[in-house]
């Protein structure tokens, strides 16, 4: 399994390609059944099982039929369940506008 927080873009997609392949697997489904409930090509699955690349949507749908929608439910979450999570948002500075500097005048 990739670390997330060290791996590069294509590492984490080929890792949920993998990811999702397994899960398909696991639910004995093939991969033309899963692509047709999908209402994808079966080649587009595959290339998403090997590689992870596809469109959101379709990753979405994906994740839907194989039951694993609620697995992104904390996916760029702002809630701070924990006391620690609630220490790092008050850490966090709201966005503030830059102004710009102001100009001395030539006297």
Avoid: H
């Avoid at 439910?73 to 850490?91: F, H, P, T």
């Amino acid at each position: 399994m990739a670390d997330f927080a060290i791996a590069i873009p294509a590492e984490v997609c080929a890792e949920l390609g993998d990811r999702a392949r397994t899960r398909r697997l696991m639910l004995n489904l093939s991969a033309d059944e899963l692509a047709a409930r999908v209402g994808i090509s079966t080649k587009t699955l595959s290339n998403f099982e090997r590689t992870g690349r596809c469109t959101l949507e379709t990753f979405v749908r994906v994740l839907e039929t194989l039951s694993a929608l609620t697995d992104l439910q904390n996916v760029l979450s702002n809630d701070a369940g924990s006391i620690e999570g609630m220490r790092q948002k008050s850490a966090v500075r709201s966005r503030q506008r830059a102004y710009p500097k102001t100009r001395k005048t030539a006297q």
